[in-house]
């Protein structure tokens, strides 16, 4: 089939995209061809550093835009900020998280504000507002859910209702904005530890529930949004678990 999505000098933008996954993400669509715009909310020397990189591998591929996606009024802004960068926009990758413990009786409607706004609200407002230009150019979203949207993690109540909306956030934009925009998941399982760390015992209980018994590499995530953006032309509104095969038996 002729692909229906030639990512060629296309532009793509990623929220969360200074570092781990989204920075995985960013050098593999970079590598096939896209343009690439890095936004950060705090990692100004990251997302900067990597774009420094990416242009030095091929000029002017790359920018970094900076916004707070909690302020949802302006993600309007960030859109077309983003869209005039290069002249247009192709792609937005929904990556930007939040990812803490809420343990019931503990849980403070701040918890439920930022995990639900970085992980739901704010990919629906991106979503919405990049929608005219992807329809236009025939585009798409990526989102990144996790495997917890179906299966929940201990005492991580608010981040699991959250992914678990953006799942179905997945679904329905597919049915909505189709034909011209496919909106497609990629549910990552354990990639690299949490940034706040688990004990040995804990990464070796969670060891055990992997098929292929060990963990993933943020570039098995950008492989995967790679397939999607350029090979996927009959794909949309599908989730894929990029898990080791966790899922299978967890």
Request: with cysteine.
């Amino acid at each position: 089939m002729t692909e229906i999505f030639d990512i060629h000098d296309r532009v793509a933008l990623i929220s969360g995209g200074a570092k781990r996954v989204g920075a995985a993400i960013g050098r593999r669509l970079h590598d096939a061809g896209m343009r690439v715009i890095v936004h950060y909310r705090n990692s100004a020397a990251e997302a900067q550093e990597l774009a420094a990189e990416l242009n030095t591998r091929r000029p002017d591929s790359a920018t970094t835009i900076s916004a707070d996606l909690l302020h949802y009024e302006q993600l309007d802004d960030l859109i077309e900020a983003a869209a005039a960068r290069f002249g247009r926009l192709d792609l937005l990758i929904n990556n930007a998280s939040t990812f803490y413990p809420t343990p019931v009786g503990a849980i403070t409607g701040s918890d439920w504000d930022d995990l639900l706004g970085s992980n739901l609200k704010a990919p629906l407002f991106l979503s919405q507002a990049a929608a005219p230009q992807l329809r236009k150019n025939r585009g798409q979203i990526i989102n990144i859910v996790d495997i917890y949207a179906r299966k929940p993690l201990q005492e991580h109540t608010v981040y699991c209702v959250a992914k678990a909306g953006l799942a179905m956030l997945t679904l329905s934009l597919a049915r909505e904005l189709g034909p011209p925009v496919r909106v497609n998941g990629i549910a990552p399982g354990a990639i690299i530890w949490p940034e706040q760390g688990l004990d040995e015992s804990s990464k070796q209980a969670m060891l055990d529930q992997i098929a292929l018994r060990t963990v993933g590499d943020p570039d098995d995530i950008a492989r995967c949004a790679l397939y999607l953006a350029r090979d996927a032309a009959y794909v949309t509104g599908q989730i894929i678990a990029v898990d080791g095969g966790r899922s299978l038996g967890w």
